[in-house]
């Protein structure tokens, strides 16, 4: 089993849609939990770090459910810009490193 | 500016051939990574780096060596023992492991 998994995609979704992406990690002592944005051929960049008690940031929800170690990411209102691919970052402190799922592609059409 | 830089952003190497990718941070993060991502896959560690004179093998180490004499430097290079270096080579840095990383903008490199 991966230590982070992701939703395959890709999301081929219309302008203004609602679209969640799920994730799921296998390590039940994992600390830190990140949403991070990777546009083609370019470096992956933080979009928010997510908390057990979920946060907000403009149209961005994240949620965090240990019980079941699962996180999710809720795009509102999805623009053309948020096409690209989403990375469910995990980190897992006695490691001292951070694991990446593999990614879920987004794109959003006009 | 603060960032991370790495360089070249193109590189060719020929079969055989041992090359070094440059990685600079003048964040003062003490901690430092990098990362190998093939054309639709996630990123796999290579080799990551907690304090001066001290790093550790990721989980495809092979083929590759660092060093970190210096905070601000992690430079890594791809030896002829690696047999399939092709990839999208990425650096990162952070203040501490809870928090997220900064990423380099990566370097491209390509086997001829």
């Known amino acids: 089993r991966k230590e982070v998994e992701q939703d395959p995609g890709p999301f081929n979704v219309p302008e203004g849609a609602t679209v969640a992406f799920n994730c799921t990690y296998s390590?039940?002592?994992?600390?830190?939990f990140f949403w991070y944005r990777q546009d083609c051929r370019k470096e992956p960049k933080l979009l928010m770090s997510?908390?057990?008690s979920g946060n907000e940031d403009g149209r961005f929800t994240a949620q965090l459910n240990r019980a079941s170690q699962y996180i999710s990411l809720l795009i509102r209102d999805s623009k053309l810009s948020d096409s690209a691919t989403y990375l469910c970052?995990?980190?897992?402190?006695?490691?001292?490193?951070?694991?990446f799922g593999q990614g879920t592609e987004l794109s959003v059409k006009p | 500016d603060g960032g991370i830089t790495q360089s070249p952003k193109y590189l060719f190497r020929k079969e055989g051939q041992n090359v070094t990718l440059s990685c600079e941070q003048n964040?003062?993060?003490?901690?430092m990574y990098w990362y190998r991502q093939d054309p639709g896959q996630g990123l796999r560690l290579i080799y990551y780096?907690?304090?001066?004179?001290?790093?550790q093998k990721g989980d495809i180490a092979e083929g590759y060596s660092v060093s970190r004499e210096k905070k601000e430097s992690f430079p890594l290079t791809v030896t002829s023992a690696q047999k399939n270096p092709t990839a999208f080579y990425l650096c990162?840095?952070?203040?501490?492991?809870?928090?997220?990383?900064?990423f380099g903008s990566g370097t491209r490199l390509t086997v001829v």
């Open positions: 970052v995990v980190n897992i402190v006695q490691g001292g490193k951070l694991i």
């Open positions: 390590n039940s002592a994992s600390q830190s």
């Open positions: 964040l003062n993060h003490d901690a």
């Open positions: 990162a840095s952070s203040i501490l492991e809870n928090y997220g990383y900064t």
């Open positions: 997510v908390y057990s």
């Open positions: 780096s907690q304090i001066v004179n001290d790093f």
